[in-house]
C-alpha cells in the first residue's frame, strides 16, 4: 500500500497559525482525514474529506489539498491544540488504509 | 450516539493467538455503507491500520500482516472479532477498534473505543 508522509516535529507560537501537512499518492485521488491524539487518549477525528469538521470541532481547525500533499491549518493555535496529528486516507489501490507517521505539534 | 469498545488479554506470550473484540452500540453492522477497523499503536510510536470489515463482510487486511490477521464479525451481537497469529514482542501495542464511514472520495474513522494495551511477553 501506498505511504502518506509528515514532518515528525512543528512548533507554533501561542495564537499563531500553523499547516501540518501530508502528502502520499493517494492523497491525488482521495481526500486526506485528519486526527488529533493526546497522550494516554485515542485519537479524535477533526477534519474529514474535502474539510468538513465534525460536531464539536472549533472552525480554526480547517483542512485544504493541492495534488499529492494535504494540509491541516490551525488558525490561532491554542494550548489546548498541543497534541500528536495523523492523517489517513485510503491507499491508491482503494483496498487499503494508509495512516501517516504523525506530527507533533508543540505550542509555544 | 455511537460507541465501540474492545476487550480482550493485556498480556500474551510470544508465538500464541491473540483475539481481540469490539463490542459496539449506536449502529448496525447490517447497514450499507459501514464498517469496523482495527487500528494499533506500538508505544511512542504512529498509528498503523490493521483490518476493516464491511457491513457486507468484504474484509481488507493491512498486506505486510494478512496472513496473520482475520477479521470476522457477529452483527446481531454488535461485535467485531480481530485475531492474530503468532504474536511477537513488537506486536506490542494498544489496539483501537474504531467506526468507519465512506462518502465519496472520503475514508474515515469517526468514532473510536478507548483502546486497549496488549502486551507480548514471555
Known amino acids: 500500500s501506498s505511504e502518506l508522509t509528515q514532518d515528525p516535529a512543528v512548533s507554533v507560537a501561542l495564537g499563531q497559525t500553523v499547516r501540518i501537512t501530508c502528502q502520499g499518492d493517494?492523497?491525488?485521488?482521495?481526500?486526506a482525514n485528519w486526527y488529533q491524539q493526546k497522550p494516554g487518549q485515542a485519537p479524535v477525528l477533526v477534519i474529514y474529506g474535502k474539510n468538513n469538521r465534525p460536531s464539536g470541532i472549533p472552525d480554526r481547525f480547517s483542512g485544504s489539498s493541492s495534488g499529492d500533499t494535504a494540509s491541516l491549518t490551525i488558525t490561532g493555535a491554542q494550548a489546548e491544540d498541543e497534541a500528536d496529528y495523523y492523517c489517513n486516507s485510503r491507499d491508491s489501490s482503494a483496498n487499503h488504509v494508509v495512516f501517516g507517521g504523525g506530527t507533533k505539534l508543540t505550542v509555544l | 450516539q455511537i460507541t465501540l469498545k474492545e476487550s480482550g488479554p493485556t498480556l500474551v506470550k510470544p508465538t500464541q493467538t491473540l483475539t481481540l473484540t469490539c463490542t459496539f452500540s449506536?449502529?448496525?453492522?447490517?447497514?450499507?455503507?459501514?464498517?469496523v477497523g482495527w487500528i494499533r499503536q506500538p508505544p511512542g510510536k504512529a498509528l498503523e491500520w490493521l483490518a476493516v470489515?464491511?457491513?457486507?463482510?468484504?474484509?481488507r487486511y493491512r498486506p505486510s500482516l494478512k496472513s496473520r490477521l482475520t477479521i470476522t464479525k457477529d452483527a446481531s451481537k454488535n461485535q467485531v472479532v480481530l485475531t492474530m497469529t503468532n504474536m511477537d514482542p513488537v506486536d506490542t501495542a494498544t489496539y483501537y477498534c474504531a467506526h468507519r464511514v465512506v462518502s465519496g472520495w472520503s475514508y474515515y474513522f469517526d468514532y473510536w473505543g478507548q483502546g486497549t494495551l496488549v502486551t507480548v511477553s514471555s
Open positions: 449506536g449502529f448496525s453492522l447490517s447497514t450499507s455503507g459501514v464498517g
Open positions: 470489515i464491511n457491513w457486507n463482510d468484504d474484509k
Open positions: 493517494s492523497l491525488r485521488t482521495y481526500y
